[in-house]
């Protein structure tokens, strides 16, 4: 029914390695009540581990019903621990919040069997236990002895073949112990139970079979046992897979919800907090995102874009400014700078099809659009009574929007230092710079 061939483990804590199990073989019977004893150390509670599917071993191999566990996987050992396997702790591992009926029912969930079976068989087999009286009440509501007794009901509920047992009696008194060393046996008659204890004279007394361990090895077996002599024990049988419908599952959440509503609540409101300032966060950076977006779709569809077949790139000394070096700007006086001296000039190539592709713009797009022609325009300069023709490139139009309502855009991105804005086609506007610099060509062609 169950081998274990020279099963080996370790564990291994920065450069020190603890060799817990060195090489154990034992074969166990059906049905037979095994106590393994030992030191503290000794291994024998790994060993249970390795049993009940709890720890994995390194090396060597256990065989259930005939079949080696080498290639289990995660689901073939919860199967295996779910259906095979019946665990009784000496902390007792009952769940608080919920009746001693329901921590017994827990074991039977993961099976998917119905919630009337569930009931039936959980109100049996803690009647068998001496509990059925009990059954309401919560774990902290019974004694020692009872809440072992709950564990043991939980550990028989699925009808386990194997029922393994970790100090079952430490926190007991004798007479508790006594009580709950009767109800083992009374197990063992038609199961595999494995005890670790202490305790060498319960083992003596209620055990058919005593195994010692020492330092990781088997140091005696009062009854040893060669399951591959007894043809009768050869058999496999499948092992049922594990199951949770989702309504159960579903269920089980909301009941641990209810049943702490203190924490819930906790959780809940700083959650809710978390989400909130989350919430409030992204509210306002799109909020700001959307007004700055505003503002700059707002300045720049009132400032005109200019496509000249000639453009000029103004140099670093020019947006320094010429007048950076005065400690203040009389805004009463304008400054002339060369401009020729330090910008690039760059042809733009205008074909038809591009003024073509400006001309079908359609109006949601634009406010306006105006054209300057490459004549000559007839300003006029006089010096020494010598009249001549001033330089057109100096001078541009002031583009105006079709629609009557809209605000000026020089109005809205020049300040008026001297004068008024110009109204009609006769007026001129000097535009300079925010150190008060003119370029000196553009003075030339306007001095009298």
């Known amino acids: 029914m169950l081998q274990l061939k020279n099963i080996k483990k370790s564990y291994k804590t920065g450069e020190f390695v603890q060799h817990a199990l060195q090489g154990v073989s034992i074969d166990f019977r059906k049905s037979e009540f095994t106590a393994i004893l030992g030191p503290s150390g000794s291994g024998k509670t790994t060993l249970l581990n390795i049993i009940?599917?709890?720890?994995?071993?390194?090396e060597g191999d256990l065989i259930i019903n005939g079949k080696s566990t080498k290639d289990f996987k995660d689901s073939d050992w919860d199967a295996y621990r779910n259906n095979s396997i019946g665990f009784i702790f000496q902390d007792y591992d009952l769940i608080s919040h919920i009746s001693v009926?329901?921590?017994?029912?827990?074991?039977?969930?993961?099976?998917?069997?119905p919630a009337s079976e569930k009931k039936r068989r959980a109100l049996e087999v803690l009647d068998k236990v001496g509990l059925k009286q009990h059954i309401h009440k919560k774990p902290n509501q019974l004694s020692g002895g009872q809440m072992q007794r709950v564990a043991i009901a939980r550990a028989l509920v699925n009808n386990p073949d194997i029922i393994l047992a970790d100090e079952p009696t430490g926190a007991l008194d004798t007479a508790t112990s006594v009580q709950i060393m009767d109800l083992i046996k009374e197990i063992a008659k038609d199961k595999l139970v494995i005890m670790v204890t202490?305790?060498?004279?319960?083992?003596?007394?209620?055990?058919?079979?005593?195994?010692?361990?020492k330092d990781g090895e088997i140091e005696?077996?009062?009854n040893v046992y060669d399951i591959e002599a007894d043809s009768a024990a050869q058999d496999t049988a499948p092992t049922k897979k594990t199951s949770m419908n989702f309504f159960a599952a579903l269920k089980l959440s909301f009941n641990n919800i209810w049943t702490k509503k203190g924490r819930t609540?906790?959780?809940?409101?700083a959650s809710s907090i978390g989400i909130i300032?989350?919430?409030?966060?992204?509210?306002?950076s799109n909020g700001f995102n959307k007004q700055v977006?505003?503002?700059q779709s707002g300045t720049l569809s009132n400032f005109p874009i200019m496509i000249q077949a000639r453009s000029q790139s103004i140099g670093a000394d020019r947006l320094s400014g010429v007048s950076s070096s005065k400690k203040s700007v009389d805004t009463s006086k304008l400054y002339p700078y060369d401009a020729a001296k330090n910008t690039v000039t760059h042809t733009n190539n205008i074909t038809d099809d591009y003024v073509n592709y400006i001309n079908s713009i359609g109006s949601e797009y634009?406010?306006?659009?105006?054209?300057?022609?490459?004549?000559?325009?007839?300003?006029?300069d006089s010096v020494d009574n010598t009249v001549s023709i001033a330089n057109s490139k100096l001078f541009t139009e002031l583009p105006i929007s079709e629609d009557s309502n809209a605000t000026n855009w020089v109005e809205q991105n020049y300040d008026l230092l001297s004068g008024k804005y110009p109204a009609s086609k006769n007026e001129l506007m000097l535009v300079a710079d925010s150190n008060n610099n003119v370029d000196m060509n553009i003075l030339k062609a306007l001095r009298n």
């Open 101 to 113: 009926l329901a921590n017994v029912e827990m074991s039977m969930t993961l099976n998917g069997v």
């Open 198 to 213: 202490h305790n060498s004279e319960l083992a003596e007394k209620y055990a058919s079979r005593i195994i010692k361990v």
């Open 277 to 284: 300032g989350i919430s409030i966060i992204l509210a306002l």
């Open 265 to 269: 609540f906790l959780t809940a409101f």
């Open 220 to 222: 005696s077996d009062s």
């Open 52 to 58: 009940g599917g709890l720890d994995r071993y390194d």
């Open 293 to 295: 977006n505003n503002f």
């Open 366 to 380: 634009v406010a306006a659009v105006s054209y300057t022609r490459a004549v000559q325009m007839n300003f006029l």
